[in-house]
Nanobody
Framework: EVQLVESGGGLVQAGGSLRLSCAAS????????IGWFRQAPGKEREGVSC????????AYLDSVKGRFTLSSDSAKNTVYLQVNSLKPEDTAVYYC????????????????WGQGTQVTVSS
């Protein structure tokens, strides 16, 4: 059974940092791409970054470039999202998701999703 479990969210002040984790199980880690998404209240889910099957990173969101960094540990089947210099507009539920082959397509193209972790940034 494919499972994705996010953790690491919380309440932080503007300018703070968090490290979000996505622990994957039930599939061969390097056969799938892992994407990070976020969804703020009343807004559509948007792609933040993606780990390719070869371990490369693709960043999607201009507003977080230079502040958010995706990394991974294949030995632990875990993908991380380091979020720094947080702003109130980063407040959202952050999800990781998995799909085969490539970091292409939007959220609807991902077959497997975690439950999400809430990030709240106070001003």
């Amino acid at each position: 059974e494919v499972q994705l479990v996010e953790s690491g969210g919380g309440l932080v002040q503007a300018g703070g940092s968090l490290r979000l984790s996505c622990a994957a199980s039930g599939f061969t880690f390097d056969d799938y791409v892992i994407g990070w998404f976020r969804q703020a209240p009343g807004k559509e889910r948007e792609g933040v970054s993606c780990r390719t099957t070869s371990g490369l990173t693709i960043a999607y969101l201009d507003s977080v470039k230079g502040r958010f960094t995706l990394s991974s540990d294949s030995a632990k089947n875990t993908v991380y999202l380091q979020v720094n210099s947080l702003k109130p507009e980063d407040t959202a539920v952050y999800y990781c998701a998995a799909r085969r082959y490539a970091c292409t397509g939007g959220a609807l193209s991902y077959a497997y999703w975690g439950q999400g972790t809430q990030v709240t940034v106070s001003s």
